[in-house]
């Protein structure tokens, strides 16, 4: 487990968990489980046009920050990680917030089954925007999720952003300011 945070993501990377050998389809082949309330992955400020994908997220809660995946910066794609799941469908622990996006034209998600993140148990599952007033985010993407047994589903401060397409289960809750809701 990891008991202190990793190093911001500060220039454009690719992490992708699904390449490790013996992983199966459409599973994450890491999982990143924290022993304390901090950060997972941070896609800080440099690293536009990362992508994190097929990654396992547990324990990342207990209070601020207590984030799996933050992207701070612009133009990312977030795509097919598990969330309070393990690699082997098992539930991890949840974290406070599954996904926080701060930064303008990222891609939470996608059409494709593969692309859609699963995130289970979060206080909010996906965070866009700043909570309290902060500057909405703009052309972000969250498409094709599956949010299961979050408090809050999507919370969205966004301008000319969509959310499209995601599952938000049984008595999930999407806020969304400022932004286009397509089924």
């Known amino acids: 487990a990891l008991s202190s945070p990793l190093d911001a993501v500060t220039a454009p990377v690719l992490i992708d968990g699904s390449t490790q050998p013996g992983t199966l389809v459409h599973t ?52 097919g990680n598990w969330i309070g799941v393990g690699p082997d469908g098992n539930a991890l622990a949840p974290s406070d917030v599954g996904i926080e996006v701060t930064g303008n ?21 996906i965070l866009v925007g700043q909570i309290g007033g902060g500057i909405p985010v703009l052309n972000t993407t969250i498409q094709g999720n599956l949010l299961e047994g979050n408090a809050e589903g999507v919370f969205l401060d966004g301008v000319a952003s969509t959310v499209v397409g995601n599952d938000d289960g049984p008595g999930g809750l999407e806020f969304l300011i400022g932004a286009r809701f397509l089924q």
Do not use: C, K, M, Y
Request: net charge negative; aromatic share 6%; glycine share 26%.
């Open 105 to 125: 034209g990222n891609q939470i998600g996608g059409s494709a089954t593969a692309l859609g993140n699963r995130v289970a148990g979060s206080n909010q599952g």
């Open 28 to 79: 994450p082949g890491v999982a990143l489980v924290s022993s304390g309330a901090f950060v997972g992955i941070d896609l800080g400020p440099g690293s536009g046009g990362s992508s994190v994908h097929g990654l396992a997220f547990g324990g990342f809660a207990g209070g601020f920050p207590g984030t799996a995946i933050l992207v701070e910066s612009d133009n990312n794609f977030v795509t």
